[in-house]
């Protein structure tokens, strides 16, 4: 099929990637001329395993290709995904201005010939009814002759296409895999011919032709419902970790380990030992901004959303908790210098919004520190555009050359491998903060230096 994604942030360009890798025909619509130049010399935009590959052998294949016209993506595509950002406001409502200037400039070029456009983007319940109504409006406007050589300009007829919401599920860090291995793939459908070309767009996965390949699990709903899976989804996620972070905050208390308590619950089937793991709160692209957007949604229709709220109070004291386990252990941070280990918001990816490290590594700024920090992926330029004053060592030990204390704020799975007893001769204190309990409490405590973890 013909497939045609706008927006090359790592949703769509990791769907886009994947969906010619089983054979579409994809075109990727990028409105920064630079980012898409830099995509057709196989550039990439972002860090995630496996992407890189993916796209260089999608490009040689000719199943792959960029372009910066959106005139030109709606003419190749039957299928039109929708993957710009819906990034929050202040109040916590998101900002639905990209997909709305998607969504009418997708209708200014429609032809005659039916497409499904699919809303990708993390959107509020209802947002599939306006995105129609948008698109219909678009298609309203006389569109002036192509010069691009993507197709015909004006409108050969009256628009006939179907909205679908089809939510995506990516882990980063992990979105090349989860795209191929998903749990369930969901499809909000206002059309039986939508629906339809959805299953057959996602044949590999739900139909596969090798025997020996289950198939993934279809779900197929209205519009609204498919909206508030995806919140309802990351939702549930961020509770369950801010409630294993409110169980280590009285377990520090009381004398016990969570990461024992967590294991245990964890076994229970009924809980499962996913998303178990105390440390310095959450953050990223999905669920800072999806849980709030949830809340919002809620008190637009006279709903407060007290656990929701609630799950969002506990994630912000995680990362204050630092500062007070800092505090605690210097007395004075005026004058320190501090080490901080991981910057990205969880390993495998360089995705450094809403990240825990970059909070703390401000407020510890502003109380007068000197602040050092390491990340295997994420680059100083990455770090300064949020954070300017921060300084970037080139490697975990040279962060800890003059510091009072070592700050563990992501689990990059090297950090937990290299010479503690080197930590302890680089660290002029002798604390370590581990915010993510992945440090071994004994060997850290052999050596003399003082461990301080989440609930142990």
């Given at each position: 099929?013909k ?17 010619a ?6 075109c ?10 830099r995509?057709?010399?196989g550039?990439?935009p ?6 890189e590959e993916?796209?260089?052998q ?6 792959l ?12 595509a039957e299928?039109?995904f ?9 109040d916590?409502?998101?900002?639905l201005?990209?997909v709305?200037?998607?969504a ?15 809303n990708k ?15 219909e ?19 050969a ?15 980063e ?7 191929f ?31 020996e390949?289950?198939p ?23 509770t369950?970790i801010?409630?294993i972070?409110?169980?280590a ?17 964890g ?10 793991n105390?440390?310095a ?10 849980v ?11 709903y ?7 799950t ?5 004291t995680?990362?204050?908790?630092i ?15 501090i080490?901080i ?11 450094i ?10 407020q ?12 295997p992926v ?24 003059q ?21 302890g ?16 409490r ?6 003399g230096?003082?461990?301080v973890?989440i609930?142990r």
């Amino acid at each position: 099929m013909k497939v045609g994604v706008i927006g090359t942030g790592y949703v769509g360009l990791v769907t886009g990637a994947c969906l010619a890798r089983v054979g579409h025909r994809v075109c990727c619509m990028d409105n920064d001329t630079a980012k898409v130049d830099r995509l057709k010399r196989g550039i990439m935009p972002i860090y995630e395993p496996g992407l890189e590959e993916l796209v260089r052998q999608g490009v040689e294949e000719g199943l792959l290709e960029f372009t910066d016209a959106l005139a030109a993506v709606v003419e190749h595509a039957e299928v039109l995904f929708i993957t710009v950002g819906t990034p929050s406001r202040p109040d916590g409502s998101p900002d639905l201005s990209a997909v709305r200037a998607v969504a009418r400039g997708i209708g200014q070029h429609l032809d005659g010939r039916y497409r499904v456009i699919v809303n990708k983007s993390t959107v509020p319940v209802g947002s599939g009814n306006w995105v129609r109504m948008l698109v219909e409006d678009g298609a309203r406007k006389t569109v002036p002759a192509l010069t691009d050589g993507g197709g015909a300009g004006a409108q050969a007829g009256e628009p006939d296409f179907n909205v679908v919401s089809n939510p995506e599920f990516l882990r980063e860090g992990s979105a090349v895999w989860d795209t191929f291995h998903p749990d369930r793939i969901v499809i909000g459908a206002e059309s039986e011919r939508a629906e339809q070309v959805m299953r057959e767009l996602y044949r590999h996965w739900v139909s596969p032709d090798e025997p020996e390949r289950e198939p993934v699990p279809l779900v197929v709903t209205d519009l609204a419902s498919a909206e508030m899976i995806k919140y309802a989804a990351n939702a549930f996620l961020a509770t369950k970790i801010s409630f294993i972070n409110e169980i280590a905050n009285i377990c520090e208390r009381v004398g016990a380990d969570v990461s024992r308590v967590a294991q245990a619950i964890g076994l229970d089937k009924r809980i499962g030992n996913q998303f178990l793991n105390a440390g310095a709160g959450w953050g990223g692209s999905c669920f800072p901004k999806d849980v709030s957007a949830l809340v919002s949604t809620g008190q637009e229709y006279g709903y407060e959303c007290a656990l929701l709220k609630a799950t969002l109070s506990v994630n912000d004291t995680q990362r204050k908790r630092i500062i007070e386990k800092l505090q605690r252990e210097l007395r004075i941070l005026k004058g320190r210098t501090i080490a901080i280990w991981g910057l990205a918001f969880k390993p495998h990816t360089d995705d450094i919004r809403s990240a825990p490290a970059l909070e703390v590594a401000n407020q510890l700024l502003n109380l007068g520190c000197r602040v050092v920090a390491h990340d295997p992926v994420v680059t100083a330029a990455q770090a300064h555009s949020q954070v300017p004053d921060l300084q970037i060592a080139d490697s975990a030990l040279g962060a800890l050359d003059q510091a009072d204390a070592l700050v563990v704020m992501t689990e990059w799975p090297e950090y937990p491998q290299l010479d503690l007893g080197e930590v302890g001769r680089r660290l002029r204190g002798r604390v370590i903060i581990d915010g993510r309990n992945c440090l071994k409490r004994e060997m850290v405590q052999e050596l003399g230096l003082v461990y301080v973890g989440i609930g142990r």
